[in-house]
């Protein structure tokens, strides 16, 4: 109970240090935008309606849909091309947690921490989970992974809900009330667990290895806290992570090892390809590092305050949404404005993922918005 209550009372801590509250008359005010003269064409070729979106959404994107959902638990799959919906499905409860799809099932968490599975919308099983859970669950290889805010992994049978295994690792007393680290590697689970990026056999719940991207110093518990935050960002053999408000790094989850790790106050993932790794600290300051060792390429605080929503890096191009529904898109090599993008005015709050050349953002009245870039 001691646990689980130190764990409730993080969440208004995370989503301050996350970006996910509005602006209180204390906050730092946000950089107005300048002026840019567009050097890339874009535009919005579709727009659908989801829900109002108050939870921490991440959106599951698959090679012909987009699956979303909204706080009051509808779930929706909705096609790449054009966003038709290809079907809905309701839970019956406000979500704490989702979207995860592997193109036929679909799984999120409520409130009442219950885990929610669906097969093309028609509910299959639910089960009850016995610590709060924000990450979104993981559908893959016919099983269900969940990752609770305890640390603690679960396996479960997509079909029919039987529980597989649960891997429990020792960590600090204090926990933290946002999205971390769980994202499929070959035959391997990734996971992160407090400061560490773990590798899992899928089959068992057994440790293959396990890196440490930060190693976080305090005086205190909320100064050693150093989970690692969604998203986490998959690049060949290597995966890249922003431990809070400690560091960003980089492990090969082939070896099992750390390829670098730098210094980097921050609550939200990073976005990365080949040759770079995009992220920005607690006031929105953006650094680019080298993907292969860490040097930092440049940094952009242009967009300060702005409540950036997230970073993906996409061919020669880095986007990114804000408080004001803009989406941004820079030059991948310097950081240079290149295309803004209006979406009506509502917070972008999930997003920017992408499927094929199509780049989704969620905002927070439930507006759902699909860009293409030229």
């Known amino acids: 109970m001691h646990r689980a209550l130190k764990a ?16 209180g008359s204390d906050a730092p005010k946000p950089k107005e935008l300048a002026p840019i003269e567009a050097s890339l064409s874009g535009q919005v070729v579709w727009s659908q309606s989801s829900g109002d979106v108050d939870f921490p959404l991440q959106v599951a994107t698959l090679a012909d849909r987009f699956v979303v959902a909204s706080s009051a ?54 089960k009850r989970l016995g610590a709060p859970v924000y990450t979104a669950p993981l559908v893959a290889g016919e099983r269900v992974f969940v990752l609770g805010v305890d ?7 997509v079909l029919d809900g039987r529980r597989l295994w649960e891997l429990r690792r020792p960590g600090d007393a204090l926990l933290l009330a946002q999205p971390g680290g769980l994202i499929a590697y070959k035959d391997t689970l990734v996971v992160g667990q407090g400061a560490r990026l773990a590798g899992v056999d899928p089959l068992r719940g ?4 396990e890196v440490n991207v930060a190693n976080p110093r305090g005086t205190n518990e909320v ?7 969604a998203p986490l960002a998959r690049v ?9 408000q400690a560091a960003v790094g980089c492990v090969n989850a082939q070896r099992g090892s ?21 992220g920005f600290d607690a006031s929105d300051r953006l650094t680019a590092w080298r993907l292969s060792n860490g040097e930092t390429l440049w940094a952009n605080e242009e967009y300060q305050h702005r409540k950036l929503s997230g970073a993906l890096v996409l061919g020669q191009q880095v986007v990114l949404g804000d408080f004001e529904g803009q989406v941004h898109v820079l030059a991948r090599d310097t950081g240079k404005a290149l295309l803004r993008l209006p979406t009506g005015g509502s917070p972008i709050v999930a997003g920017p993922v992408r499927a094929g050349n199509t780049v989704l953002v969620v905002a927070k009245n439930g507006g759902v918005h ?3 870039l030229n």
């Open 151 to 157: 640390r603690a992994v679960h396996a479960f049978d």
């Open 236 to 244: 060949g053999d290597q995966i890249c992570a922003r431990a809070f």
């Open 8 to 23: 409730l009372a993080l969440t208004s801590l995370a989503a301050l240090l996350g970006g996910c509250s509005l602006f």
């Open 206 to 209: 057994v440790l293959r290895w």
């Open 258 to 278: 750390l390829v670098w790790s730098r210094p980097s106050g921050g609550a939200k993932g990073v976005g990365a390809d080949a040759e770079v790794a995009v």
């Open 223 to 229: 100064e050693r806290l150093g989970d690692l935050v």
């Open 73 to 126: 638990g509808r779930i929706q799959a909705l096609r790449v091309e054009d966003g038709a919906e290809l079907w809905q499905g309701e839970v019956g409860a406000k979500l704490s947690a989702g979207v995860g799809s592997d193109g036929r099932f679909a799984a999120v968490v409520t409130r009442d921490q219950e885990l929610v599975v669906l097969d093309a919308g028609r509910e299959v099983w639910r």
């Open 370 to 372: 699909a860009l293409r």
